[in-house]
């Protein structure tokens, strides 16, 4: 707080009045007995320490493709573009969440660690949980992108609920006992409903080859046509796991689910691939990144 005030020649009294008010407020300076208030000023190292501590110092990813950026670069295809990762890259062509946490937070340069790996499930997260607890700073948010290749679509994910739920349990369990300040966002993908992903897919000859055939899942039939059972078979099992990773995640008061924001994300055919549909493209995590932004809330 900063007080402003005059000082007419020769008002003893109002002088006096001035400095007993600058005295309660403490924060009024004088100099040689004529004096004005000085705004407060911050220094430079000292919003430093203001958004280190407001804000984490380090984030790391875990999980599958959907999180290394993989054949979102035209120029490698089929190969990770860890640059252009929602979470962790550093192309500000998608403007990722360390980014943006970047932008707020100097001390986070340099301490975005991917250890999400193409293929991945459940099943590996645990692993991918070691390498982060292990990681020097600690990370003090965590990302978490799994689920899709849980998926089996051949009859047996009945009895793959529980076992997935109990898995994804003991990795919140192990994270939140070795870092139990750390945040922990689990995002909703897979990203766009089966609806939506349907309608973009059947535009694109490459997503709608890919989604065909005959299996309980597929959601055109070898023609190309759709299938809307398919599609409801696909839409009910997407969200079984997503209600699971919901679940596991409201156990914990460090662990924040997205609230299927992601799976409802709209896509157009910019944001998928081309080739065959299953993961983002540039545009497509940058639409990933600003949604998992807005959910994380860490500029309010």
Known sequence: ???????????????????????LLA??????????????????????????DQYPNSIVVLG??????????????????????????????????????????????????????????????AGQADQALAAKP?????????????MRCDGTDADNYAPFAATLTDVLNKITSAAPTAKILIVSSPWATVQNYGQVAAQLPGPRAANSGTGPCDQFDPSGKPVPAHSRTLEGITLHYLGELKSACAKLPTCQYDNDALYHMKITTDDITPSDGFHLTVAGLRKQAALEWRVLALDR
């Open 1 to 23: 707080m900063s007080v402003r005030t005059g000082i007419a020649r020769g008002q003893r009294s109002r002088l006096v009045l001035v400095a007993a008010v600058c005295a």
């Open 138 to 150: 600690l990370p003090e948010l965590f990302l978490i992108q799994s689920v899709d290749n849980d």
């Open 27 to 52: 924060s009024c300076s004088s100099s040689g007995g004529a004096g004005a208030g000085t705004a407060a000023t911050t220094s430079p190292s000292s919003q430093a320490t203001q958004a280190s």
């Open 64 to 125: 599958h493709s959907g999180a290394t950026g993989y054949d979102s670069d035209p120029k490698a295809p089929e190969t990770d573009a860890r640059q252009n990762s929602w979470a962790t890259g550093d192309n500000p062509d998608v403007n990722s969440i360390y980014l943006r946490l970047l932008a707020l937070n100097p001390a986070v340069r340099g301490h975005n660690t991917n250890l999400a790996v193409a293929g991945t499930g459940v099943d590996e997260l």
